[in-house]
């Protein structure tokens, strides 16, 4: 049994959070700023970030939707229970979880609505930002961890898109207990197959780390090298490819900064941030793991000072604050101990030792896939037929609101995306394919979700291999909510490799 005091599960519930807060503002103000480069500039938070924008953190009110669904529905939540937040709240979500909430829309199943099938973001870094919670209430158990990361992950990811969320809440669950940043960097990685794109990463990253033992940029190179390349439809068309969404080339940015980082809070998080990609969230990540590693009562006092006017600020369309969110941590996580058969034993928890490991098969989101073709609207392959005009409120897209209207571009591969934008004014558009009909996508959205416009409007798989003809028809028709017939279209790219359908 392992034995952990319960003042001492508080404090450490509560640096996780702090440290992600803080870790969250750190990050902000470069996020995607810095791809495929070291961010070498000034990298002290800012007052005006903890201030005005940390409450409007997705990587924090995401985490607190999914522990309110918990704190509600218990700790057997289904991907139904998880799949409510996203129909019915009014935060604005991205990439998998926005293709999520897309799906979830159109009818998709919970369960299914992370799958590759419906989800061209399947391997995006969505489940990881929001699992923290899971393992503040996992301390040492990190199956019951695993468990959970199932039931949530599936209904925005797949693949190495939840293995990057089992990755990340075994760290936490070792973080109770283990004060070796490496040691707890490899048992995290047992929780996830060894033969996963995450596992494999992250066995790199420990041994160049062995290689490289006091040069962190170093490890960087390396990992930039082997591993920046993302299948993500922003993958190949953001900054000559060197844009990357994927989790575990993220999670691996978090690795290196509790690797280098030698237990101390602001250089754990100043390493992960000035690895660029989706700072806000890796650092989120990275600040809430040494966190809990270190508990609040060893944070620095300058990160003490800094964050403490904001520690009781409900964070945007939820209801909980840092403090708040401590409170139902520490609830909920005595409550999974006694539920995995651990005991309260008045002043301590006594917790059944788990094994950090993964049992099931290895789940491949897009086996043997490939980019054939990325575009941009300015690509002169692609022909606007029709009064196509730039959109003011979505860039690199264009919009049309003449019915008959038209796009028309020729591709290779067996799938495609096309780029959308969801919004109030939108209509319904058709998608053919060598001269059939085989889609319709209903653009509309109410005004309180628009302004995450990174939707879908084509994503088809299974064709055959080779040259096709795609054509995007403005039909003129529309929700009964919607006040426009309008559609908008961006980037299309196209693949080739096989997705299987999931198991109805």
Same mark, same amino acid.
Request: aromatic share 10%.
């Given at each position: ?15 996780? #959070? ?10 902000? =103000? ?22 005005? #924008? ?6 924090? +009110?995401?985490?607190? !939707?999914?522990?309110? @669904? ?8 289904? &991907?139904?229970?998880?799949?409510? =937040? +996203? ?17 979830? /829309?159109?009818?998709?199943? %919970? ?52 293995? $990057?969320?089992?990755?990340?809440? !075994? ?44 040069? #962190?940029? !170093? ?7 082997? #591993?920046?390349?993302?299948?993500? &439809? ?26 280098? $980082?030698?237990?101390?809070? /602001? ?54 604050? *840092? ?21 309260? !034993? ?8 788990? =094994? ?14 490939? @980019? ?25 897209? /264009? ?29 319904? /558009? ?21 302004? %995450?416009?990174?939707?879908?409007? @084509?994503? *088809?798989?299974?064709? &055959?291999? $080779? ?18 017939? $309008?559609?908008?279209?961006?980037? *299309? ?7 299987? =359908?999931?198991?109805?």
């Amino acid at each position: 049994m392992l034995r952990l005091k319960k003042d001492a599960l508080k404090d450490k519930i509560l640096g996780a #959070w702090v440290g992600k807060s803080y870790g969250a503002a750190m990050g902000e =103000p470069i996020e995607f700023k810095y791809t495929g480069e070291i961010f070498e500039g000034n990298v002290d938070v800012q007052e005006l970030h903890l201030r005005e #924008w940390l409450v409007n953190e997705d990587d924090l +009110y995401m985490n607190m !939707a999914m522990l309110q @669904v918990v704190a509600e529905q218990g700790l057997d939540a289904t &991907p139904e229970d998880f799949a409510t =937040p +996203y129909r019915e709240g009014k935060y604005l979500v991205w990439h998998a979880n926005g293709q999520a909430r897309q799906n979830l /829309l159109e009818g998709i199943p %919970a369960e299914h609505a992370g799958h590759p099938y419906y989800n061209p973001h399947a391997d995006d870094i969505d489940f990881q930002i929001e699992c923290d919670y899971i393992g503040m209430i996992s301390p040492g158990m990190p199956e019951v961890a695993q468990d959970l990361c199932r039931r949530q992950g599936r209904v925005v990811n797949h693949g190495d898109g939840i293995y $990057g969320g089992m990755f990340f809440t !075994a760290m936490y669950a070792a973080s109770f207990f283990e004060d070796d940043p490496r040691k707890i960097v490899e048992l995290g990685r047992k929780a996830v197959p060894a033969d996963s794109a995450c596992g494999r990463i992250i066995d790199d990253v420990l041994g160049w780390h062995v290689e490289y033992p006091t040069d #962190w940029r !170093a490890t960087w190179g390396e990992i930039e090298k082997k #591993w920046n390349h993302d299948l993500c &439809p922003w993958g190949p068309t953001e900054n000559e490819g060197k844009f990357n969404i994927q989790a575990n080339f993220n999670g691996a940015y978090v690795a290196l900064g509790l690797l280098y $980082g030698n237990r101390d809070f /602001l250089k754990t998080i100043e390493i992960t941030n000035r690895s660029g990609q989706d700072t806000d969230s890796n650092v989120a990540n990275v600040g809430g793991i040494i966190g809990t590693v270190l508990g609040y009562e060893r944070f620095p006092k300058r990160v003490i000072e800094e964050i403490s006017p904001y520690m009781d600020r409900v964070y945007n369309h939820t209801k909980y604050s *840092i403090l708040s969110a401590t409170d139902v941590c520490f609830r909920l996580a005595i409550e999974n101990v006694i539920q995995n058969g651990g005991k309260d !034993a008045g002043e301590e928890l006594q917790i059944p030792n788990q =094994p950090y490991t993964y049992v099931s098969e290895t789940e491949v989101s897009f086996p043997k896939f490939f @980019v054939v073709d990325a575009l941009k609207v300015s690509d002169s392959r692609i022909s606007w037929n029709g009064s196509w005009e730039k959109d003011e409120r979505a860039e690199e897209q /264009l919009v049309s609101t003449t019915p008959g209207d038209s796009v028309t571009v020729e591709f290779r591969g067996n799938t495609l995306y096309v780029q959308g934008d969801l919004h109030h004014d939108k209509g319904i /558009l058709e998608a053919w394919i060598d001269g059939q009909l085989v889609q319709e996508r209903d653009m509309y959205h109410p005004p309180h979700w628009e302004r %995450a416009n990174q939707a879908t409007a @084509v994503w *088809i798989t299974g064709l &055959p291999d $080779g040259e096709h003809k795609l054509e995007l028809k403005v039909t003129g028709r529309k929700n009964k909510n919607s006040t426009g017939i $309008g559609t908008a279209i961006g980037r *299309i790219v196209s693949y080739s490799g096989s997705i299987d =359908p999931p198991n109805i």
